[in-house]
């Protein structure tokens, strides 16, 4: 247990060094508007690429269809961000939407 505890807090320093390390580099350096409209666009296209995958595919096959729950789910769950712009109320509702999904079709 000990090891486990001492894994987890080196990786955190360590995390936490590299991250600083960029802070610290980028603080003396200029960024083009160019650049930063680019950086803008990580974060988008890492969440996309994170849960996309978990959306539309489904044992590693294709599943566009109303029987994919979490397809479902997802879909459901971004008219409410997009409606509301509530995140407790997004991740209510798709986490509702597909257990009830999965209770109703398993």
């Known amino acids: ?11 955190g320093v360590i995390t936490y060094i590299i991250r600083l390390m960029f802070i610290l580099l980028l603080e003396k350096v200029q ?24 959306l539309f595919l489904k044992n590693g096959d294709l599943a566009i269809s109303f029987m994919n729950g979490r397809l479902i789910a997802g ?15 997004t991740v209510i509702v798709g986490m509702v939407v597909l257990t009830v999904f999965q209770v109703l079709i398993q």
């Open 31 to 54: 960024i083009s508007e160019q650049v930063k409209k680019g950086l803008n666009l990580v974060p988008p296209a890492v969440f996309s690429a994170i849960i996309f995958p978990d």
């Open 1 to 11: 247990m000990t090891a486990l505890w001492f894994t987890m807090i080196i990786a």
């Open 75 to 89: 879909l459901l769950a971004i008219i409410t961000a997009w409606r509301t712009k509530n995140i407790v109320l």
